[in-house]
């Protein structure tokens, strides 16, 4: 079946840091897919999504690549801010539903 | 525009009742799905309903069941209430059935604690 497998948390950076989550997937025929973000006490934002090999999907500063030879689509941004700070879920959408990662928390200090 | 409405915000039950979460998608969106996000984990899919009927189901238990009405807006249902049971219950709209492209817009939640 459809599995996502993404690092493991917790990650903590500095302002104005890199930041990169990796992501992998599993899943049979031509998945789309998202990185949701969660900020405490909240419900799920669409972060960014990509629908085909290849593809960049991009907001905020955010970027990920879907790359199908390597079944990953690892999310990146040049200059984290403490408003970054929450849990991102990375996800792929294949016909009625979504599966999701374990989401991965990440906290950026002042 | 309203987004994607749930109520209540939070409840508490007793092992053994019966809740009822209620959840109006985004206007024009007549698909409406349901998760449970158990706490330190992401979301897990329970069901979708498209045009009223279930399109859907993920592996839940019987207890878990769900409707959705002539407005779109649905109802999940869990009937004997377990101390797992505990979670936060997000509902999604989107436009049409199936997954594709078509992005999923998440309501706030309804956190469940069964004591």
């Known amino acids: 079946g459809d599995s996502v497998t993404q690092m493991e948390g917790p990650v903590t950076l500095s302002e104005e840091a890199f930041l990169t989550i990796n992501c992998t997937y599993t899943?049979?025929?031509?998945?789309?897919l998202f990185w949701y973000v969660q900020y405490p006490g909240e419900g799920l934002q669409l972060l960014l999504k990509?629908?085909?090999?290849?593809d960049k999907g991009s907001n905020k500063g955010f970027e990920a690549t879907y790359r199908k030879e390597t079944t990953s689509f690892h999310l990146e941004k040049g200059s984290v801010q403490v408003s970054d700070s929450a849990v991102y879920f990375c996800?792929?959408?294949?016909?009625?539903?979504?599966?999701f990662g374990a989401g991965t928390t990440v906290t950026v200090r002042a | 525009d309203a987004g994607v409405t749930q109520s209540p915000t939070h409840l508490i039950k007793t092992r053994g009742q019966h809740v009822t979460l209620r959840c109006s998608p985004i206007?024009?969106?007549?698909?409406v799905s349901w998760y449970q996000q158990v706490l330190g984990q992401g979301p897990q899919f329970i069901f979708q309903?498209?045009?009223?009927?279930?399109?859907g189901r993920g592996n839940f238990p019987d207890r878990f069941s769900a409707r959705q009405f002539p407005n779109y807006s649905s109802e999940l249902n869990v009937n004997a209430l377990l101390l797992g049971d505990s979670a936060l219950y997000l509902c999604?709209?989107?436009?049409?059935?199936?997954?594709?492209?078509?992005?999923?817009?998440f309501g706030p939640g309804t956190r469940l604690t069964v004591t």
């Open positions: 990509a629908t085909k090999a290849d």
């Open positions: 999604a709209s989107s436009p049409l059935a199936g997954g594709g492209s078509y992005e999923q817009y």
């Open positions: 206007s024009g969106h007549k698909s």
């Open positions: 996800a792929l959408s294949h016909d009625y539903k979504l599966s």
């Open positions: 309903y498209y045009e009223k009927e279930e399109r």
């Open positions: 899943a049979t025929g031509y998945p789309s």
